[in-house]
């Protein structure tokens, strides 16, 4: 039953990596590929699953778990950065155009 | 050493890595630091399964090296790529 498990969780990891990576291929725009960059973060997280079903609560398996929020807490963090600077890039600056105004 | 299923796991994430280097190949900077965050978390991945696979557990600090330091270099790089690069 646990073997089922690790597996299920292993490919749930995995597929959900390829197809992150499939969609940073496929999209053309740095904006449109930053959003694959963000389920990538439930990848890790279904891999340390998988690891703590196999080895429990010992050492391997909290220094995954310990990856996996590593990785969910600095994924916003870069994908807001690499946005600024796509942005700063494009305009010069990241403060909304006038015509972008939203809401006053 | 038996081939398992952590092994075959990592073989698919580094066939999950030819989509990231191919985009590092060929994109604008902000494209190739794109795909360098995502293959970033991949390779973390990758260490993982490794280190499992193998049964060595003194490589789940590579991976917990690896990600702590692609936060700071995808950072690093971010703020360089905004207006000097």
């Known amino acids: ?28 725009d740095p904006f449109d590929r930053l959003h694959f960059t963000g389920p990538a973060g ?16 010992s050492v391997a398996g909290v220094k995954s778990l310990l990856v996996a929020v590593v ?9 807001h950065a690499t946005a600024r600077a796509a942005r700063i890039r494009q305009f010069g600056h990241w403060v909304p155009m006038p015509a972008e105004k939203v809401g006053d | 050493m038996a081939v398992n299923e952590w092994l075959v796991a990592a073989a698919v994430g580094l066939l999950t890595l ?11 900077p902000i494209d190739r630091l794109v795909a360098l965050e995502m293959a970033g978390v991949v390779d973390a991945v990758i ?21 702590l330091l692609s936060l700071a270099g995808g950072l690093v790089f ?7 690069v």
């Open chain 2, 18 to 28: 030819v989509p990231c280097g191919i985009v590092c190949a060929k994109g604008s």
């Open chain 1, 42 to 57: 439930l990848g890790v997280l279904a891999v340390a699953a998988a690891i703590l079903v196999e080895e429990g609560l």
């Open chain 2, 47 to 67: 260490l993982l399964l490794l280190a499992q696979g193998f049964h060595r557990d003194i490589f789940f600090d590579l991976a917990l090296a690896l990600a």
């Open chain 2, 78 to 84: 971010a703020r360089f790529l905004e207006r000097w």
């Open chain 1, 1 to 28: 039953m646990r073997d089922i498990a690790v597996v299920v969780l292993l490919s749930l990891g995995m597929g959900i990596q390829a197809l992150c990576a499939i969609g940073v291929l496929v999209m053309e």
């Open chain 1, 71 to 79: 990785i969910i807490v600095s994924g916003p963090v870069l994908t």
